[in-house]
């Protein structure tokens, strides 16, 4: 048996404000710096030793994994971080207030870019270059199942390696990739997926068997 954890980042400065973020950098806030405090507390009492720290390239997910490793005193671990943990990509609608957008585009259609499987958001005109991403990886926006395509790549070469030679990995994540990420280990189908919620700082452990079939899964 092997354990795999994953949490979504504490509460950042757009969670605060109800904005769509996607791939814009923001921070945490207080909350969400106590958040990550708690969830790590919460994770050293489970006395769990990891062999790799899995987090994305945007700072509320690398600020919440370095907290988190404080807490736990397992600061010294290797922290992995790649473009594929993002956050989908909400295209046009980054930086909108989400009531905003439902006064645009009605709630019916703002909950099916937040929530379905394959609703894709209005796109970038032109995605925005940086420094951390190469010429053309940007999206200009991404349905729920485009961001699957892109994130389990990295947890077939990556994390289900390590947890196959029994070595317990951590995540620290997204809410819409760590949706698409318990869709595939849960196998919960595409109207299913709506349901499914991941809120801030709030630690998920999974017990895994060798073929990584899930033993036992409980909310930290």
């Excluded at 507390?41 to 370095?66: E, G, P």
């Amino acid at each position: 048996m092997v354990d795999l954890y994953i949490m979504r980042h504490g509460q950042s400065t757009a969670n605060r404000d109800n904005i769509f973020t996607g791939w814009s950098d923001v921070a945490l806030t207080e909350q969400g710096i106590a958040q990550a405090k708690i969830a790590g507390q919460k994770l050293a009492q489970a006395n769990v030793q990891f062999t790799q720290v899995h987090t994305s390239y945007l700072r509320r997910a690398i600020q919440t994994a370095n907290i988190v490793l404080e807490q736990i005193d397992q600061l010294y671990l290797p922290m992995r971080k790649s473009w594929r943990l993002n956050e989908r990509h909400y295209g046009a609608l980054r930086g909108m207030n989400k009531d905003t957008a439902k006064e645009q585009f009605g709630a019916w259609q703002v909950q099916q870019w937040r929530r379905s499987y394959v609703a894709v958001p209005p796109l970038l005109s032109r995605p925005e270059p940086k420094r951390q991403y190469p010429l053309g990886l940007e999206p200009r926006g991404e349905s729920l199942e485009m961001a699957s395509v892109r994130l389990l790549p990295y947890w077939q070469d990556v994390i289900a390696p390590g947890l196959r030679q029994g070595q317990n990995q951590l995540i620290v994540a997204h809410g819409s990739t760590l949706r698409a990420l318990i869709k595939y280990l849960e196998q919960i189908d595409d109207a299913d997926i709506m349901q499914v919620e991941v809120d801030n700082g709030s630690p998920i452990h999974y017990q895994l068997d060798q073929q990584l079939h899930i033993i036992k899964k409980e909310f930290i």
